[in-house]
Each structure stands twice: as C-alpha cells, then as structure tokens.
Nanobody, 116 residues
Framework: QVQLVESGGGLVQAGGSLRLSCVASGSTFRINAMGWYRQAPGQQRELVAV???????NYADSVKGRFTISRDGAKNTVFLQMNSLKPEDTAVYYCWSLLITLSTYWGQGTQVTVSS
C-alpha cells in the first residue's frame, strides 16, 4: 500500500501562484507514476498532470503553459507548481499514484481557491 499526503493549497488571487506537494510513503518502490487530479463543486474529477518514473509528463490542455509537475524520487515527493492561476482553477486537488501492480491510491485532497 501507499499513503499520500498533500499540502500547499490555499486562497490566492487570480494571476497568483501556489505550489502543491505530495509525499508518498509505504510501498513507494512500486510507484510507476504520480500526478494530480482536481474536482470542482458539481464537476467530475479530472486529470491535471501526471509524471511517470522516467520523467515523462502529461498535462490537461487547460493548464499547459501555466502548471508544472515535477518529482523528487529520493524523497518520494511530487510537486505541482501552479502559476497564472484563474478562478476556474478553484477545486480540491488530489494526489494520485499508480503502482506497477496497476493499483491506484489517492490522497485526502487539498483545497485551492482562486479569487477574481
């Protein structure tokens, strides 16, 4: 099993920046990919960005050029640097991990609120 703990959410004005962090513990040697999803009120959870063990990344079109995902393998931590934030980025952001066994795990979520 893997446990994921997020931090770094908060309230920011439009145009501002936030950096989310997610620390993984447990069977981290089995992690193949990590990433971030988000869920706004009344909306489905959607992919924001993912990064695999080889460092390849994938982003939602809505965040390309504004968000950057990175990973510190030694510390089992994934980061999401969010710049030029917009009110539509307001959501609960969830850390996600995919194991080589194809099991997936989720963090508890962290709230990001962008005011206009």
């Amino acid at each position: 099993q893997v446990q994921l703990v997020e931090s770094g959410g908060g309230l920011v004005q439009a145009g501002g920046s936030l950096r989310l962090s997610c620390v993984a513990s447990g069977s981290t040697f089995r992690i193949n990919a990590m990433g971030w999803y988000r869920q706004a009120p009344g909306q489905q959870r959607e992919l924001v960005a993912v990064i695999n063990s080889g460092g390849s990344t994938n982003y939602a079109d809505s965040v390309k050029g504004r968000f950057t995902i990175s990973r510190d393998g030694a510390k089992n931590t994934v980061f999401l640097q969010m710049n030029s934030l917009k009110p539509e980025d307001t959501a609960v952001y969830y850390c996600w991990s995919l194991l080589i066994t194809l099991s997936t795990y989720w963090g508890q979520g962290t709230q990001v609120t962008v005011s206009s």
